[in-house]
């Protein structure tokens, strides 16, 4: 079964530091790929995605994230933080061959950025 | 129109009370989901209406009941819930059931069983 493994479970920084959350998923095959962001009482949106292409994929709000096949990861950055990316981090896949339009989610990152 | 809406925002019911959740979208697309997620965990897949068809039901028990009026409207039935049913839920939308198309989410409804 596929499955999204989120490593940090809650990472504190200060503004202006770099931010890394890690990312992996176990399915051998063709996946596509997504970080969601929750700010608190908002709901899930879209911060980037990657089908296929260019394994380096920008998003909203100054992220990127990094597909690395061999490696099974897609790894979230951002090279200076604000308050306002407080908030809850999701990765999520979804494989060819997988239930229809089913997302797996990993557990998620809670980032706190301190002022 | 990007949007994703969800009313109520907030509901509380008794464990006897018959309640129900809707969703809409209006940017075309024909596939709609609801997730199920609980406080500091990632949404679960409920449901997933493919072209108004139920086509997943992820083992969820009969006392929540989907249905799909038109390719615009998703609704959630509840009755007789219990309390560990508290919890977010969320409804999602894409422009098909294809595994390559990335999901739109609504605000959630915010849902406490008493």
């Known amino acids: 079964a596929q499955s999204v493994s989120q490593h940090n479970h809650h990472v504190i920084l200060s503004e202006a530091a770099s931010l890394e959350l890690g990312c992996n998923y176990s399915?051998?095959?063709?996946?596509?790929l997504f970080w969601y962001v929750q700010y608190p009482g908002q709901h899930l949106q879209l911060l980037l995605k990657y089908f296929s292409g260019d394994p380096l994929v920008k998003g909203i709000k100054g992220f990127e994230a990094e597909f690395i096949k061999s490696k099974f990861s897609f790894n979230l950055r951002k090279p200076s933080v604000q308050w306002s990316d407080t908030a809850e981090y999701f990765c999520?896949?979804?494989?060819?061959?997988?239930?229809?339009?089913?997302?797996?989610f990993g557990k998620g990152t809670k980032l706190s950025v301190k002022p | 129109d990007t949007e994703v809406t969800q009313t109520p925002k907030h509901l509380v019911m008794g464990m006897t009370n018959k309640k129900s959740l809707k969703c809409e979208q209006h940017m075309g697309h024909r596939a709609m989901y609801w997730y199920k997620q609980k406080a500091k965990k990632p949404p679960e897949l409920m449901f997933v209406?493919?072209?108004?068809?139920?086509?997943i039901n992820e083992s969820v028990p009969s006392r929540f009941s989907p249905e799909c009026p038109n390719s615009s409207l998703l609704n959630l039935h509840l009755h007789a819930l219990q309390p560990e049913d508290s919890a977010l839920y969320l409804c999602?939308?894409?422009?098909?059931?294809?595994?390559?198309?990335?999901?739109?989410f609504g605000p959630g409804t915010r849902l406490t069983v008493l």
């Open positions: 999520a896949v979804n494989a060819y061959g997988g239930s229809q339009g089913n997302l797996i």
């Open positions: 999602a939308s894409s422009q098909d059931a294809s595994w390559r198309n990335e999901q739109f």
């Open positions: 399915y051998g095959g063709t996946v596509n």
């Open positions: 209406y493919s072209y108004e068809k139920l086509s």
